[in-house]
């Protein structure tokens, strides 16, 4: 199984997707509650270089809540990350698919709703 719900935009900055990811992904009834600077945090920890690598962490809100109550402890597998990557003349949005980290809990309710955040997050990343 797939583990990441992939598009490539060509021809784009990181900062113009990064920018239409969030809008979209709120459009979709996702909040973006953290992002980390992949490639600004390994300049100041290990002094390298690499690629534009952003990290978004993903969440909607009605589903995580109905997660939580459904599996408490789901919270270590949230937010959703979304991963924003210069590649060769464009940026790779990747996704994780809830419903492949969701494999490790054996629970067909909460399944079904990874299978609706997935449905969304595909949704929102097409439409970017």
Known sequence: MTYTINRMISGAGIDDIDARTRKTLADHGFGVLTEIDVKATMKKKL???MPAYRILGACNPKMAHQAIGI???V???LPCNVILREVGGGVEISAIDPVASMQAIENAELTGIAGRVRDLLAKAIEAI
């Open 47 to 49: 002094d390298v270089e």
């Open 75 to 77: 919270g270590a597998m």
């Open 71 to 73: 599996e408490p402890r």
